[in-house]
């Protein structure tokens, strides 16, 4: 058991259970008297210790408004960000029941229907994670990047500029460089003209939607940030594009998502390019962590190359 779990089991009282899994955040279960909970020690720099406990401050509001969300539990000092020095810091949340809906590279179980059925409750759920979000009002000093044109589009994307991503041929480049222009101004055409935006989850993948006795669960807040509502579906979808029943998946979580939030047509006409925005977002993600010769990146290089040939050719 490493020194920094150690202290972070010390700063709450809690029983170390197993690791959950070691990607962006180190996730650990845990017991605190007796009940389980999830204790995530953050990757040093990629969020600062304010920008993390405005995340459980958000998190928090939205539980105490009836979300379904991972509260934040402090530690035995009071504190819901605790340091650990060397930009290290640890944060406990309430444990969720459940599984994932589903998970990356995996076909969706059920047929068409029960697919179609399972992503109308998902497009509910962010649908109301954008209502309630509405709603609060943030506290002072309230801090999180943001998913806006400058940090999905602009110089110096929040995910790197996934245009020099190595694995792109000089063609594939320029046709990049070409969506992202093409991309940036509809985008701006977009805000100027009332897109939805505010805070967002960004990253309601199949893995970060948990299922407990038909009730929904979004957990992993840690990319969360002011940004296009829209960009939200985009990222929903962006995992079922390969489905056979991709169409009916759609269909049915814009309809969960308008039972309780206006979505304009106008709106679900580029749900496209915010799909083609995230697969370039993923395209400079992937490049720090993975082999830059490696099957991953040519992977997320090759999504994103497809995204924006569909998008120009459509």
């Known amino acids: ?19 959950i ?18 204790l995530r020690l953050h990757r040093p720099g990629y969020q600062s210790k304010a920008a993390i406990r405005s995340e459980l401050d958000w998190m928090g509001a939205l539980a105490e408004r009836g979300m379904r969300v991972p509260s934040p539990i402090p530690t035995m000092d009071g504190d819901l960000v605790f340091s650990m020095g060397s930009n290290q810091c640890a944060t406990m949340v309430s444990w969720v029941e459940g599984a994932p809906i589903g998970e990356s590279g995996v076909p969706l179980d059920g047929s068409a229907e029960d697919q179609a059925a399972l992503y109308r409750k998902v497009g509910a759920e962010l649908a109301k994670l954008h209502n309630l979000t509405d709603d609060i009002t943030l506290p002072d ?8 044109i400058p940090g999905l589009l602009g110089d110096d994307p929040f995910w790197g ?16 460089l070409r969506a992202r ?37 979004l957990i992993d807040f840690d990319d969360a940030g002011f940004g296009f509502r829209l960009y939200d579906l985009a990222v929903m979808m962006t995992q ?22 206006t979505l304009s047509q106008e709106a679900e006409n580029l749900l496209p390019m915010f799909l083609m925005m995230r697969r370039f977002a993923s395209m400079g993600w992937a490049v720090p962590r993975y082999d830059p010769t490696g099957p991953e990146v040519a992977l997320y290089t090759q999504r994103a190359v497809t995204a924006a040939r569909k998008f120009l050719g459509g």
């Not at 805000?191 to 989850?201: M, R, S, V």
Request: glycine share 4%.
């Open 240 to 261: 079922n594009v390969d489905e056979p029943a991709y169409d009916a998946i759609k269909a049915a979580a814009l309809a969960g998502y308008r039972e309780h939030r």
């Open 141 to 148: 000093g309230f801090t999180r990047h943001r998913w806006d």
């Open 1 to 19: 058991m490493s020194t920094v779990l150690k202290q972070a089991l010390k700063a709450w009282g809690a029983q170390h259970v197993r690791m």
């Open 161 to 176: 500029r996934f245009w020099e991503c190595p694995a792109l041929s000089e063609d594939d480049r320029n046709l990049v």
């Open 21 to 38: 899994k070691d990607r962006e955040n180190a996730v650990h279960e845990v017991r605190i008297n007796g009940k389980p909970a999830a």
């Open 181 to 217: 222009a093409v991309a940036h101004d509809m985008a701006t055409v977009y805000l100027e003209n009332g897109a939805d935006f505010g805070l967002i989850h960004a990253d309601a993948l199949r893995e970060n939607v948990f299922i407990h006795k038909d009730l929904l669960t």
